[in-house]
Each structure stands twice: as structure tokens, then as C-alpha cells.
């Protein structure tokens, strides 16, 4: 009998073979279709804490979905060419999926995120969560989502303090004319002009060299930063806690990619992006302590403010309020004031 295996009739064996290569291939095809790969994108590295919550909500991911849905972390701002004020634009128009962004930089597309860049606005940690597990805080995300982008879960990038090379900071007149890198916030602009501060801004990647030519005198930036980056090295000597702004990070989706996703994987993304979340808000709080002294022992000056200081501080910068708190949201600055008044 002739047939398409020529003049012989194909034996059972060979048959079983051609339906096994057959089986294989439908199956490899199937994963091949399931399998998927989000972009995340984070400015540091996970040398960084930051970095670390990125990488920490990649790998929960992964182990949870069997490697059917994997996130691949670019930290650096390796996405938007090292920009990162260009993050939140880039994945609105779908150029990111994921990201572990910082509401600074994210503060140009949406006014809202100012709020927390208010000097001064939140004296502690419990402040900080007062806002974001409250009524603000969801009036955040709301502005967030209403500009395209998913917003999942809150992060952490820790009370931002001030470093120089030119000498103890512990009044206002100390930072008369001193070059100080700041990041591209108009807002940043103002509070160390009130200052009388002289702010550059300028992108992360710019900074580390700015400093080392002494192009800057000095930068703001919370102690991880400081302690992993080694900024000590480049000539930043002395540092002043004040805790005059806090950075939270927010785990988001780009909309268009969060629509094609199954309601499973949906869940799955914000449950781990909110796991990944308060494990970085614990790590980031506990290693706080240990980075001080870290900066210490490395012979940086630190000078702690006391009460007086700290409220020349604030009195220099009550003008700051007047002209954003319009542009933020009178509605969302005094949720916020209330959450931490009621705290």
C-alpha cells in the first residue's frame, strides 16, 4: 500500500514517534505563548534598597506564577536613557510596563505627588504612613490612575538629608549661595532658593561626577543613598539630619498592559507588588540606624537638629506652601495634615 511515507505503510513505532514530536511541539508552543515578560523599570540599582524592592517583587512573582509570568528589573533608568524624570511619561505611552518610581520624579505628570516633597510637611515615619494608608494617600493613587498609569503599592525611599563639603548646616544662613543638587523638581527649586541656596538640578547619573569636580557643593538624599553610593568620597564631609521631605516609592502598571492581563495575574502583581513593598519599607526603616553610624565611622560630620534649628528651617520655607499647595490640592494637603494630626 502506497501512502505519503512511501511505497510501505508506516509501522506503529514510527507513528508513535511522529505523535510524540507532534505532542512536544504543541506543548513548547503553549509555553511559549504563556510565558510573558513585563519590563520593570527603577532608577537604582539593587545595591539600593530601592533596586532591592524591585528585584524582591520580580522574584516573588516568578516563584508564584511558576516562571508563567516573570518581571525583567532595568535599574539605572537604563529604560529612558538615564532620565529619570522622563519614567512616568515613557510608561504612559507604554514604552515601560512596570516600574518602582519615586513620586519626586514622577511630580512633573502628576501635581499631586508634591505633597510629599512639602518641606517640612511630615516630622516622622508615622506621618509618612499616616498618609499613605489613609484617606490622602488614596486620592494619590486616584490622580495617578487618572493619568494612565496602575498604581499597586507604596515603597520607600527614606527621609531625605542634606550633605555639603563646605561645613556644618545647622541654620538657614549656612546655605547662603551653596551650590546644591537637587533633582528636576520645580518645587526642589523653590524650597532651597528660600533658602538661599543656589539648587542645581540635575539627573542622578550627573550628580556623583558634579560633586567630585565640585561643580555642586552638596546634595540631598536619604542616608541609603549617601552610605551605598559612598558620597563621603567625593568630598561630602559634613551631613545635616532634617527630615525635611520623605520619598515614597510607588510600585504601578502602565494601563494598557494591566487590560490585557488575566484577572489571576492582576491579583498577583499587586499582592506581590504590596508584599515587596512593606518588606522595603521594614528593611529600609530597620538599616537606618546602622547606616548612620556607618557614615560616622567613615568621618562624616553629622549634625542632628534640635527643636530651635529645626524650626528656623521651617519658618524659612512657610512661602513654599503658599504658592504649591494650590498647585498640589488644597482637598489633598489637608487630608494629609489631618492624618498626621490624628496619627
Known amino acids: 500500500m502506497t501512502s505519503l511515507f512511501g511505497s510501505r505503510s508506516p509501522s506503529r513505532f514510527s507513528l508513535t514517534l511522529v505523535g510524540a514530536a507532534i505532542a512536544l511541539g504543541s506543548l513548547a508552543a503553549s509555553a511559549d505563548v504563556e510565558a510573558r515578560e513585563l519590563k520593570v523599570s527603577t532608577v537604582l540599582?539593587?545595591?539600593?534598597?530601592w533596586g532591592q524592592a524591585a528585584q524582591k517583587w520580580a522574584d516573588l512573582v516568578e516563584e508564584r506564577s511558576d516562571g508563567e509570568l516573570t518581571l525583567r528589573v532595568f535599574p539605572n533608568s537604563q529604560l529612558v536613557s538615564g532620565d529619570q524624570t522622563r519614567e512616568f511619561s515613557a510608561m504612559r505611552s507604554g514604552l515601560i510596563d512596570l516600574a518602582v518610581g519615586s513620586t519626586i520624579n514622577w511630580s512633573p505628570q502628576v501635581p499631586e505627588l508634591n505633597l510629599f516633597s512639602l518641606p517640612f510637611l511630615m516630622p516622622d515615619e508615622s506621618a509618612v504612613d499616616a498618609i499613605t494608608e489613609g484617606e490622602a494617600g488614596e486620592l494619590v493613587f486616584q490622580a495617578i490612575e487618572s493619568r494612565g498609569v496602575v498604581p499597586l503599592a507604596w515603597g520607600e525611599n527614606g527621609f531625605r538629608q542634606l550633605s555639603n563639603s563646605q561645613g556644618v548646616i545647622d541654620e538657614p544662613a549656612d546655605l547662603e549661595g551653596l551650590k546644591i543638587r537637587v533633582v528636576g523638581s520645580p518645587l526642589?527649586?523653590?524650597t532651597f532658593s528660600a533658602l538661599g541656596a543656589n539648587p542645581t538640578q540635575m539627573s542622578w547619573a550627573d550628580a556623583k561626577p558634579a560633586l567630585t569636580t565640585g561643580a555642586v557643593d552638596g546634595q540631598e538624599n536619604p542616608l541609603s543613598v549617601f552610605d551605598v553610593a559612598r558620597i563621603d568620597q567625593v568630598g561630602q564631609?559634613?551631613?545635616?539630619?532634617?527630615?525635611?521631605?520623605?520619598?515614597?516609592?510607588?510600585?504601578?502598571?502602565?494601563?494598557?498592559v494591566w487590560s490585557t492581563l488575566s484577572?489571576?495575574?492582576?491579583?498577583?502583581?499587586?499582592?506581590?507588588?504590596v508584599e515587596a513593598g512593606a518588606w522595603e519599607i521594614a528593611m529600609t526603616r530597620e538599616q537606618e540606624s546602622e547606616r548612620l553610624a556607618a557614615i560616622q565611622e567613615r568621618g562624616v560630620t553629622v549634625t542632628d537638629l534640635n527643636e530651635e534649628q529645626h524650626e528656623a528651617f521651617v519658618a524659612a520655607t512657610e512661602g513654599v506652601y503658599e504658592k504649591w499647595v494650590p498647585r498640589i490640592g488644597e482637598d489633598l494637603v489637608e487630608a494629609a495634615r489631618s492624618a498626621i494630626d490624628a496619627r
Open 45 to 49: 540599582s539593587d545595591a539600593f534598597p
Open 188 to 190: 526642589f527649586q523653590d
Open 237 to 256: 564631609e559634613h551631613v545635616t539630619l532634617w527630615n525635611y521631605m520623605n520619598d515614597p516609592l510607588i510600585f504601578a502598571a502602565n494601563q494598557q
Open 263 to 273: 484577572d489571576d495575574e492582576k491579583a498577583l502583581l499587586r499582592e506581590t507588588a
